[in-house]
């Protein structure tokens, strides 16, 4: 069996091993280990790349990123933020029509902004809104949906920890990639915005209304929010404007929302070591994902796959749209089998080589930043997508009371309105790339 032979062989043997429920970080190590075995020929350079697979793995300084950010989002779960954000929303959006639920999915994006993870965003703002739009009258599929599709926001709005392994697997700039998600994630948190207005407007009895809330009460909870703006533009401010690396900002941001969290009261010993304890498995989760994707695509590499699947596409003289589109076609579909970081660890080390040797009349920098933010919208579609949206789960896990059919029905207008954000930034890719400098 020639090794082009052994390396299209290894995908379906990985996709069966998800299918019988083998962990996604376990089944690509198996695979990997078994392919560099069968591809040496079971000699001692087999154990020898297993060695150097490992520390070439983990000595990546850039890693050191994603337990900051976990931490910085642990700590921003129990400071209060999350509260004060929606209190401050609600302020100003709760009396219009569907203003809670708008409401919700500001103050997602908001905690978005200092967390960087989807399922966290999605649990910890469904704590805080979900009794408030009962209250209010929402009905319970509309409510669970509009969070799930909030919970969304916190992989796309920087920082996120998705696009840190983007950045380190295709080699890119962290930096530039979080100031290029900032405008498609405020036109994520717009259009849910307009998705919900226009839901309420043909379902009225999904949502009920609230009395308006004085200016002086609005300006007060606005200022109630300055430790999220602070933490936000410190971070990110200061990793553009150079006074730290991306590392350095997330340290700097875990230290930020660890203060704010003591300063609140909510930052005892126990919940401390409780935070750290919480990070740590969170970090060896993702890092053993890492590890095993590290095997899977060296054995990748090894057998010559992405630089033959590139070769095929050259050769095929297909419109270079025609194969972006039905890549993340694909994207769209695994993404509601398998969770976002299994997606970019197992698929970008393949197709990003085909698409670099596309011609879409940018710069490769430029193309690889911009195809990164397209990935990572519609990796963050599949959270939602029914029937295993990893999102779904969490929010009906925390609202037993709804079916979760309910959920599935109100969420494709979440699902709609990402597909046509996708549209818009697939043909329009100077949005995505407007504030990055050149």
Not at 319 to 336: K, M, Q, R
Request: proline fraction near 5%; include cysteine; charge should be neutral.
């Amino acid at each position: 069996m020639s090794m082009i032979e052994l390396g299209f062989l290894s995908f379906p043997v990985l996709l069966l091993m998800i299918f019988l429920r083998a962990p996604i970080g376990l089944a690509m190590m198996l695979c990997g280990i078994g392919g560099l075995y069968f591809a040496m020929g079971g000699s001692g350079m087999f154990l020898a790349k297993l060695k150097s697979e490992t520390y070439t793995t983990f000595s990546s300084y850039s890693l050191s990123i994603i337990p900051m950010f976990l931490l910085m989002g642990q700590f921003a779960t129990l400071s209060g933020m999350s509260s004060s954000l929606f209190k401050a929303a609600e302020s100003w959006l709760g009396h219009r029509r569907g203003g809670v639920a708008m409401a919700a999915v500001g103050a997602c994006a908001g905690f978005g902004a200092i967390c960087g993870s989807s399922l966290a965003t999605a649990a910890t703002m469904s704590k805080v809104a979900l009794p408030e739009l009962r209250r209010y009258g929402y009905s319970g599929g509309f409510s669970t949906a509009t969070l799930a599709a909030g919970g969304t926001l916190g992989i796309l709005i920087p920082p996120s920890v998705i696009l840190v392994i983007y950045a380190i697997l295709t080699e890119q700039n962290i930096a530039k990639l979080f100031l290029a998600a900032f405008i498609p994630g405020v036109l994520a948190a717009v259009g849910y915005m307009i998705t919900i207005s226009i839901y309420v407007r043909l379902h009225p009895e999904s949502a009920g209304t609230r009395e308006k809330v004085p200016y002086a009460q609005r300006v007060r909870a606005l200022i109630d929010v300055w430790p999220v703006l602070l933490v936000f533009g410190l971070v990110v401010g200061g990793i553009y404007l150079g006074w730290f690396t991306p590392t350095e900002g997330a340290a700097v941001g875990a230290a930020g929302t660890g203060i704010v969290a003591l300063l609140s009261g909510n930052l005892t010993w126990k919940v401390f070591r409780e935070s750290i304890i919480a990070t740590a498995m969170s970090t060896a989760m993702i890092f053993f994902i890492v590890l095993g994707a590290g095997f899977y695509n060296s054995f990748l590499a090894l057998s010559q796959v992405p630089q033959e699947l590139s070769n095929l596409v050259v050769e095929s003289g297909l419109n270079p749209w025609i194969i972006l589109v039905l890549i993340l076609s694909f994207y769209l579909v695994f993404g509601c089998l398998m969770d976002s970081l299994s997606m970019i660890l197992l698929t970008i080390p393949i197709f990003f080589p085909v698409v670099s040797v596309l011609d879409f009349g940018m710069s490769m920098e430029h193309m690889a930043i911009w195809f990164g933010i397209l990935v990572l919208i519609v990796v963050e579609v599949g959270l939602i997508t029914p029937p295993v949206g990893m999102n779904l789960f969490i929010i009906n896990a925390m609202d037993r009371d709804t079916p979760i059919v309910e959920t599935y029905k109100a969420v494709m207008f979440f699902v709609a309105s990402d597909i046509v954000r996708v549209a818009i930034l697939v043909m329009f890719p100077a949005i995505t790339l407007f504030l990055l400098p050149g």
